[in-house]
């Protein structure tokens, strides 16, 4: 019980720094819109890395491959989306506010769709792989759809592509796209909670626990590791088209797919937090990203040695992240029952 009232009240809490804090420091807005990002990337990067003990080190692909999917419908619905893109501006854009709202409806609806019919597709063939092998196959893939995406023209190749201007006063824009990361990192947080605790739950941390063991049980294990996959990439497919309607403009290896910047930070993240923990990730990413923000702007130049400084203390003194060692420090406080008794006697005997 005491539990359910501390998760209550720290979503209580995080909707009312959600509300509350952008009207406090609207010049901050637009980082802030990024912190929901990076609590969304740790929650569905956790799904499969701390849940399931699947370190992918390429989810940023779903990231990207929403991104490009709700630019290529949005576009699409008004012009032809190869001349729209085309070096030499063949056309002159010109989006009503009706186009640009339907086209950003249905487009962020496609990227979730699109980023998950991918992870479906190459789940089975990726997810057979373990250990390290599964890591250094999943950042191969997401360096090689960056690579593809680079030289399709249709998409405009390196070249990027201009996302539709936001029909709206200055400013107005990015309040609009922090609402809706706040609200997705939320209810992605919600529902993948809400999933832990059912037999899918269950299933994913038998297969982190001893993958034969489950197999040999009766779990359909590699069908249980595409149906994470999948879920992960829904939410980071509506994260990319979202995104990259705020950034306005996207480009293949630094806005849709940076493996070498969110694709790592969304590991490391969730490995500060407590990775296969419910919260850790939530607080990997608020505190990593405020981090992040204060040395970039105090300490330029700087900014990569004191993110990796982090990581090494993090690895070094704090593998099980600061909310697992939390947990091992005050376990009633998380609902975690120890039988003193059984305590006892483990500590007498290892006296003896």
């Given at each position: 019980?005491?539990?359910?009232?501390?998760?209550?009240?720290?979503?209580?809490g995080?909707?009312?720094?959600?509300?509350?804090?952008?009207?406090?420091?609207?010049?901050?807005?637009?980082?802030?819109?990024v912190?929901?990002?990076?609590?969304?990337?740790?929650?569905?990067?956790?799904?499969?890395?701390g849940?399931?003990?699947?370190?992918?080190?390429?989810?940023?692909?779903?990231?990207?491959?929403?991104?490009?999917?709700?630019?290529v419908?949005q576009?699409?619905?008004?012009?032809?989306?190869m001349?729209?893109?085309?070096?030499f501006?063949?056309?002159?854009?010109?989006?009503?506010?009706?186009?640009?709202?339907?086209?950003?409806?249905?487009?962020?609806?496609?990227?979730?769709v699109?980023?998950?019919?991918?992870?479906?597709?190459?789940g089975p063939?990726?997810?057979?792989?373990?250990?390290?092998?599964?890591?250094?196959?999943?950042?191969?893939?997401?360096?090689?759809?960056?690579?593809?995406?680079?030289?399709w023209?249709?998409?405009?190749?390196?070249?990027?592509?201009?996302?539709?201007?936001?029909?709206?006063?200055?400013?107005t824009?990015?309040?609009?796209?922090?609402?809706?990361?706040?609200?997705?990192?939320?209810?992605?947080?919600?529902?993948?909670?809400?999933?832990?605790?059912?037999?899918?739950?269950?299933?994913?941390?038998?297969?982190?626990?001893?993958?034969d063991?489950?197999?040999?049980?009766?779990?359909?294990?590699?069908?249980?590791?595409?149906i994470?996959?999948?879920i992960?990439?829904f939410?980071?497919?509506?994260?990319?088209?979202?995104?990259?309607?705020?950034?306005?403009?996207?480009?293949?290896?630094?806005?849709?797919?940076?493996?070498?910047?969110?694709?790592?930070?969304?590991?490391?993240?969730?490995?500060?937090?407590?990775?296969?923990?419910v919260?850790?990730?939530?607080?990997?990413a608020?505190?990593f990203?405020?981090?992040?923000?204060?040395?970039?702007t105090?300490?330029?130049?700087?900014?990569?040695?004191?993110?990796?400084?982090?990581?090494?203390?993090?690895?070094?003194?704090?593998?099980?992240?600061?909310?697992?060692?939390?947990?091992?420090?005050?376990?009633?406080?998380?609902?975690?029952?120890?039988?003193?008794?059984?305590?006892?006697?483990?500590?007498?005997?290892?006296?003896?």
């Open positions: 019980m005491k539990a359910r009232n501390l998760d209550m009240t720290v979503y209580a995080l909707i009312a720094a959600g509300i509350f804090v952008p009207l406090l420091f609207p010049a901050f807005t637009s980082q802030m819109a912190m929901w990002l990076m609590v969304l990337m740790a929650v569905t990067w956790d799904m499969t890395g849940q399931m003990g699947y370190n992918s080190l390429g989810n940023i692909a779903f990231f990207g491959i929403g991104m490009y999917a709700s630019a419908v576009i699409g619905l008004v012009y032809d989306v001349e729209y893109t085309a070096a501006g063949a056309i002159k854009v010109d989006f009503t506010v009706s186009q640009y709202w339907t086209g950003l409806l249905l487009g962020i609806g496609f990227g979730g699109a980023a998950t019919v991918f992870a479906m597709l190459v063939f990726m997810l057979g792989l373990r250990g390290p092998y599964f890591a250094i196959g999943t950042l191969g893939l997401a360096v090689a759809v960056a690579e593809m995406v680079s030289g023209r249709y998409v405009g190749g390196g070249s990027g592509i201009s996302m539709p201007v936001f029909p709206g006063e200055a400013g824009g990015s309040v609009v796209f922090y609402v809706m990361l706040f609200v997705l990192a939320i209810v992605s947080h919600m529902v993948i909670r809400a999933i832990y605790k059912t037999r899918f739950g269950l299933a994913v941390n038998a297969i982190r626990d001893d993958e063991k489950a197999e040999a049980m009766g779990i359909h294990t590699n069908r249980y590791k595409v994470a996959w999948m992960a990439a939410f980071m497919g509506i994260a990319g088209a979202i995104f990259g309607n705020m950034s306005g403009f996207i480009e293949p290896l630094e806005v849709a797919f940076p493996t070498a910047t969110f694709g790592i930070f969304m590991v490391a993240m969730a490995l500060v937090g407590g990775k296969g923990t919260w850790g990730p939530v607080l990997g608020i505190l990203h405020i981090v992040k923000e204060v040395t970039w105090h300490l330029l130049g700087w900014q990569w040695v004191a993110l990796g400084a982090i990581i090494i203390i993090n690895i070094v003194y704090f593998q099980q992240g600061i909310l697992g060692w939390a947990q091992d420090r005050w376990p009633s406080l998380f609902g975690v029952t120890v039988d003193e008794k059984t305590t006892r006697s483990g500590q007498t005997e290892a006296a003896e």
